[in-house]
């Protein structure tokens, strides 16, 4: 290997490091903003369930592990263990949200209240808490960019996804820890996958996407969308079907699910000690289905509850330079005379993450109870690989009018990267939405 494609492979580290810097930046004003509050409404809550949890697996104590309908299980595996490095009295936190619903409140008063005292009471374990998950999305935004590579996205509509998604404000939605870990182990479940079926990876892309299948329904149910989405595809990329292909296909979907079954059990021994808990959780939690329900009532759900969420999309996302680039790829796409433009661009791989995105919003539709448009979240991490096209596309066409060579162009990009990142620190300062509950 020679020394310039070192440097030019230690350049492009150097600028997705940089990019997850800039995140940060964003993230700091958007906490500043706001500062004596949690980083999410119930975090308190699962610190007091992480605590629990390691509790009870170093006794070996596999019931009761499942401690919400999220369910969460790998927050408490990434998290757990720090618990066990500070001294705090964690029943102070039922103590407290009791206290709070004897009056009559939400138990979100009695741990973010914008009180700067009771803050301070958790600020150590917080940050403790919190550590884990941080050094976790930095993994995350690392891999993300380098399997967008590996998918055979450029460099310039790689940097840009990433910049999207690690500056995107909207993203303040995932913020409480399950919703993190669904995000963080779905995508990259999904994203592995592609990996394996468009052939740029070996055997070693199906096992990890199952490894982190497995995690992500841990993290939350909602996850459980990738085994039937998987077959799907499997079908997508092997039509017309043949014996052949059907062979193939069971062999491949056979051998995630069974590593999905063991990494499920290492992770959460009650599936095998205590079943039950792990059935009613599945079927009979009313938080995660909805079961039976008026069609008068769900429709007024939906419409009225979503329209409302839509109301925050529209404030805290759709003002974005990722959303403004999400048209701009519909805009160039579907000219006739543009499409050259999207020429190196996996066109298959765009079609398959738009399918994702359908039905993923489709399942939590029909099948949730509780929706609030956050459930949705794992849409806008890869929404953010469509915007990053549109915006490489639009900007290429554009520079191709004007007959800027590739130098110039390369400084046109970077400096549309200061304007992306300052124009969403603006944003934040400038927005009450960001000012409650962060």
């Known amino acids: 290997m020679s020394f310039k494609s070192n440097f030019q492979k230690l350049e492009e580290f150097v600028i997705v490091l940089f990019i997850i810097f800039s995140g940060f930046v964003v993230t700091a004003v958007m906490k500043l903003n706001n500062f004596f509050t949690f980083p999410s409404l119930d975090e308190m809550l699962w610190h007091q369930r992480s605590s629990i949890f390691w509790e009870k697996m170093l006794n070996f104590d596999f019931s009761g592990l499942i401690q919400s309908a999220q369910p969460g299980i790998t927050v408490y595996w990434f998290t757990g263990f720090m618990m066990k490095f500070i001294d705090f009295d964690f029943n102070d936190v039922s103590r407290r949200i009791a206290e709070k619903e004897a009056q009559g409140l939400n138990f979100n008063h009695a741990i973010n209240n914008n009180d700067q005292i009771v803050y301070s009471a958790y600020e150590t374990i917080s940050f403790a808490f919190n550590t884990p998950l941080l050094l976790l999305t930095v993994v995350f935004f690392i891999s993300f960019y380098y399997l967008l590579r590996k998918l055979g996205f450029n460099k310039i509509i790689s940097s840009f996804a990433l910049l999207f998604l690690t500056t995107n404000a909207f993203l303040f939605y995932w913020n409480t820890p399950s919703d993190k870990m669904l995000n963080i182990f779905i995508t990259l479940s999904f994203l592995t996958f592609l990996v394996y079926i468009n052939k740029f990876g070996g055997k070693k892309y199906l096992y990890m996407s199952a490894v982190f299948g497995a995690w992500a329904v841990l993290s939350k149910l909602t996850a459980f969308f990738l085994l039937p989405f998987f077959i799907f595809i499997f079908i997508y990329y092997n039509w017309p079907i043949d014996k052949k292909k059907i062979k193939m296909i069971i062999k491949d979907y056979v051998s995630?699910?069974?590593?999905?079954?063991?990494?499920?059990?290492?992770?959460?021994?009650?599936?095998?000690?205590?079943?039950?808990?792990?059935?009613?959780?599945i079927f009979k939690s009313e938080n995660v289905i909805e079961k039976s329900y008026k069609a008068s009532s769900y429709v007024n759900r939906v419409v009225f509850d979503y329209l409302k969420s839509f109301g925050l999309i529209i404030v805290g996302y759709m003002a974005q330079a990722a959303s403004i680039s999400f048209f701009a790829y519909f805009v160039v796409n579907f000219k006739k005379e543009y499409k050259y433009i999207f020429n190196s661009v996996p066109k298959k791989i765009i079609n398959i993450i738009g399918l994702y995105i359908i039905l993923f919003f489709v399942m939590v539709t029909v099948m949730s109870k509780n929706?609030?448009?956050?459930?949705?979240?794992?849409?806008?991490?890869?929404?953010?690989?469509?915007?990053?096209?549109?915006?490489?596309?639009?900007?290429?066409?554009?520079?191709?009018?004007?007959?800027?060579?590739?130098?110039?162009?390369?400084?046109?990009?970077?400096?549309?990267?200061?304007?992306?990142?300052?124009?969403?620190?603006?944003?934040?300062?400038?927005?009450?939405?960001?000012?409650?509950?962060?």
Do not use: C
């Open 371 to 438: 929706h609030d448009i956050r459930f949705m979240s794992p849409i806008f991490v890869v929404l953010n690989i469509i915007s990053a096209v549109g915006f490489y596309g639009i900007f290429e066409l554009a520079m191709e009018k004007v007959k800027l060579d590739r130098a110039n162009r390369n400084i046109f990009y970077a400096l549309m990267f200061v304007v992306i990142v300052m124009s969403q620190i603006i944003f934040i300062v400038s927005s009450g939405l960001l000012m409650k509950n962060i």
């Open 256 to 281: 995630w699910i069974l590593i999905f079954i063991i990494i499920s059990i290492l992770f959460l021994p009650t599936i095998v000690t205590n079943p039950q808990e792990v059935y009613n959780l």
